[in-house]
């Protein structure tokens, strides 16, 4: 009999944390969306490209080539979206639609700027630009700020998401960590800067991604990105991939993932949209990297 009774009470224990764990599943929802980068390639007003502070050899965008990027942008479908070489925002309002996004540019002195692109039902608290990544070089060129930016959403119970889009120095794509190239030092100072945000976040305890044109070829064990993540974990998406837009090579464009961001990432989820980057149709020379994030929402 006290046998009997002791199955029961085990089976009953068990039954009770099948549904519970049932109760809780049923109670956790989720947000589905894409988070983006895309090198625009000197996409500036045509009143600009005249300006002797820009390159000669910049592509000149026609009517027709607007239209052609408003297509790939309907077709990437992302919801958050961090832009580079970008002029003002009133450009950036031809690919995207103010009825459909809100739009946030960098402070930058200088031509090219950062932008953070986000649909509406979201809400956009922009934090101070991250003016320390804006190194001089040699010739006294300026680089462009960090765009920071908190994302809430919708139904949540304090989710945010903390997001720098960044554009860093060219020139050291896959140099040694030691290469006295002038590219490598401005590089490795950059990334000092980006190791104190990281800890600013770590400390913090918040979800963060940092999203752009890193202008290096990162892996897992790349020093330059060991400088980061030896500071707290980190999802570096495009990890031991080769992207598709570049022949092949590893990744410039990145999407790095921390702290609670790291377990929204949906697996197999990296994706790259191909543009046209041939003779006579250069539309830009860098194609949108994208992941998709399962975001926790409001338990009901």
């Keep these: ?14 039954l009770f944390n ?78 995207f639609p103010k009825t459909t996004y809100q739009i946030l540019l960098s402070n930058d002195t200088i031509l090219q700027h950062t932008a953070f692109i986000a649909r509406k039902q979201f809400h956009l608290h922009r934090n101070p630009d991250l003016t320390d990544l804006s190194i001089g070089s040699s010739n006294n060129h300026t680089l462009r700020n960090g765009l920071d930016v908190t994302v809430t ?14 554009h860093l120095k060219t020139g050291c794509w896959d140099n040694s960590f030691q290469s006295h190239r002038r590219a490598c030092y401005i590089l490795r100072r950059q990334f000092a800067i980006l190791k104190h945000w990281i800890q600013e976040r770590a400390k913090e305890k918040v979800a963060f991604a940092i999203i752009g044109d890193f202008n290096r070829r990162l892996t897992p064990e790349d020093p330059f990105f060991l400088t980061l993540s030896n500071i707290t974990p980190l999802d570096l998406t495009t990890a031991n991939r080769s992207s598709p837009c570049h022949g092949g090579e590893y990744f410039i464009d990145h999407i790095i993932l921390g702290g609670a961001a790291i377990g929204w990432e949906k697996v197999n989820s990296l994706r790259v949209m191909r543009i046209p980057q041939h003779n006579g149709e250069m539309i830009s020379d860098h194609c949108p990297v994208s992941i998709t994030l399962k975001i926790p929402t409001r338990i009901h």
């Design 1 to 14: 009999m006290l046998y009997a009774l002791s199955c029961l009470l085990v089976v009953g224990f068990f």
């Design 18 to 95: 099948i549904v519970a764990q049932n109760a809780n599943a049923q109670n956790v929802h989720t947000i589905t969306l894409r988070i983006s980068t895309w090198n625009l390639d000197w996409l500036i007003d045509k009143t600009l490209q005249t300006s002797h502070k820009i390159p000669l050899d910049i592509p000149y965008r026609t009517t027709r080539d607007y239209k052609t990027l408003a297509v790939y942008v309907s077709r990437l479908k992302s919801d958050l979206i961090g832009v580079q070489e970008v002029g003002s925002v009133s450009v950036l309002e031809r690919l």
């Design 153 to 166: 959403f919708p139904n949540s119970l304090n989710r945010e998401l903390r997001i720098l889009v960044i």
